[in-house]
């Protein structure tokens, strides 16, 4: 397949085009700056130039293309606040390539979260909670989960679209996210911390084992499809500290919820949440078997703190 990818030069991109391209695809990767460009290149793909607000240019790589893989997302804005922007920025893209696909059975994967489900691991069944008052507000588990089920419902419009909900934690060397963070946070106060008893559990998986499931997505998912790249259903956070704390020789520490906030700051929600997710139907479907280290072994080999 021609396929078209957006975001094609970010964390969890710069895995797929190698993976697609492995497989025997060619690929058109979206690009916003020379820098992108020129690692597409290097990585054998072609290059559309253009950002997610470049709608003419979605419209015209999505029509040109035998199916598309949409991983982009204003992560820049999103984390200074605005995360209502991006959300709105990221479903004007998914309807326009909806549209340049509708009637053509093309498939068409985007990327989600997994859902944040309280006493509860999250499945693929589970809903993607749109919650049109939250996503109003710029909620980020409401304004994605409205978006992925708009491209759900592409299904009915003649598009074999599927939605791969990541786990909250892509873990590989090269890494930015939020174990960084973690980390970061924990050279800077001289203590690597959990929350209250850290039992609170984060489902993870390596980028590259993500990466072939989106791969698996474009080419088998029918229509219509939630699908959990998660390879480890639930880590408690305390672990992820003890491992961090181990790493760079700091005492590991319970900070009581009262002052998550002070001590964690933006992380502070996050690191509270119960994020375990269960990926037992994808694997089911799709024959998708994560081969990857896990995140403690791959922390533990220690390119995380250098």
């Given at each position: 397949m021609r396929v078209f990818v957006t975001g094609a030069s970010g964390w969890i991109g710069s895995a797929v085009v190698p993976e697609l391209i492995g497989a025997g695809h060619r690929v058109v990767g979206l690009a916003r700056s020379d820098a992108s460009a020129e690692a597409l290149t290097a990585a054998g793909a072609e290059v559309v130039r253009g950002t997610l607000d470049d709608l003419d240019a979605l419209r015209?790589?999505?029509a040109d293309a035998d199916g598309v893989v949409h991983l982009a997302f204003k992560h820049d804005i999103a984390f200074s606040g605005d995360f209502k922007g991006a959300g709105e920025a990221d479903r004007r893209a998914v309807e326009v390539i909806g549209?340049?696909?509708?009637?053509s059975d093309r498939p068409f994967t985007i990327a989600s979260g997994t859902p944040v489900i309280p006493g509860h691991v999250a499945t693929e069944r589970d809903g993607h909670d749109p919650d049109p008052a939250a996503a109003a507000r710029g909620d980020a588990q409401h304004v994605r989960g409205a978006t992925a089920e708009l491209a759900l419902s592409l299904a009915a419009r003649g598009v074999r679209s599927s939605v791969v909900r990541l786990a909250p934690t892509n873990h590989g060397k090269g890494?930015?996210?939020?174990?960084?963070?973690?980390?970061?946070?924990?050279?800077?106060?001289?203590?690597?911390?959990?929350?209250?008893?850290?039992?609170?559990?984060?489902?993870?998986?390596h980028r590259l084992d993500s990466a072939r499931?989106?791969?698996l997505a474009l080419?088998?998912?029918?229509?219509?499809?939630?699908?959990?790249?998660?390879a480890e259903e639930g880590l408690p956070v305390r672990e992820i500290a003890e491992v961090i704390g181990?790493?760079?020789d700091l005492p590991v520490v319970s900070v009581p919820a009262a002052e998550a906030g002070s001590h964690f700051t933006w992380l502070a929600g996050p690191f509270a949440d119960n994020r375990a997710a269960s990926s037992t139907l994808t694997r089911e479907l799709l024959g998708w078997e994560p081969v990857q280290p896990g995140l403690v072994e791959d922390l533990e080999q220690g390119h995380y703190f250098k």
């Open positions: 015209g790589a999505a549209e340049a696909l509708a009637g890494d930015n996210g939020f174990v960084p963070a973690l980390i970061a946070i924990a050279r800077e106060k001289g203590v690597s911390g959990y929350i209250d008893d850290g039992g609170n559990r984060w489902s993870a998986a499931l989106f791969r080419e088998h998912a029918p229509a219509g499809s939630t699908l959990h790249a998660v181990r790493q760079l």
